[in-house]
Nanobody
Framework: QMQLVESGGGAVQAGDSLRLSCAAS????????MGWFRQAPGKEREFVAA????????YYANSVMDRFTISRDSAKNTMYLQMNSLKPEDTAVYFC????????????????WGQGTQVTVSS
């Protein structure tokens, strides 16, 4: 069972930046697709971004395209989400997750989840 631990959340102003980290243990990630999801109060958990560990291919939700960047450090078994130009609608709990389904962006395919980190963006 893979363990995932997120960090880096916080409270910021609109237009600010944050970088989230997700440290993975218990598995080598070569065959994994790792992703970020978020859940705002009263809303469904939604896809934000994903990265295929083996070849570094990335995928983004339209709502974060050109503002967020997903990346990884294989030596540290850690994934990042650089979030720039944050908006109040980005406020949510952000979760990292992993799946063996290559290139998936579907929440149902991800079976390893972190505990989440809160991001709050005020206007």
């Amino acid at each position: 069972q893979m363990q995932l631990v997120e960090s880096g959340g916080g409270a910021v102003q609109a237009g600010d930046s944050l970088r989230l980290s997700c440290a993975a243990s218990g598995h080598t990630l070569t065959r994994y697709t790792m992703g970020w999801f978020r859940q705002a109060p009263g809303k469904e958990r939604e896809f934000v971004a994903a990265i295929r560990w083996k070849d570094d291919s990335t995928y983004y939700a339209n709502s974060v395209m050109d503002r967020f960047t997903i990346s990884r450090d294989s030596a540290k078994n850690t994934m990042y989400l650089q979030m720039n130009s944050l908006k109040p609608e980005d406020t949510a709990v952000y979760f990292c997750a992993g799946t063996y389904v290559y290139g998936s962006r579907r929440r149902i395919d991800f079976d390893s989840w972190g505990q989440g980190t809160q991001v709050t963006v005020s206007s």
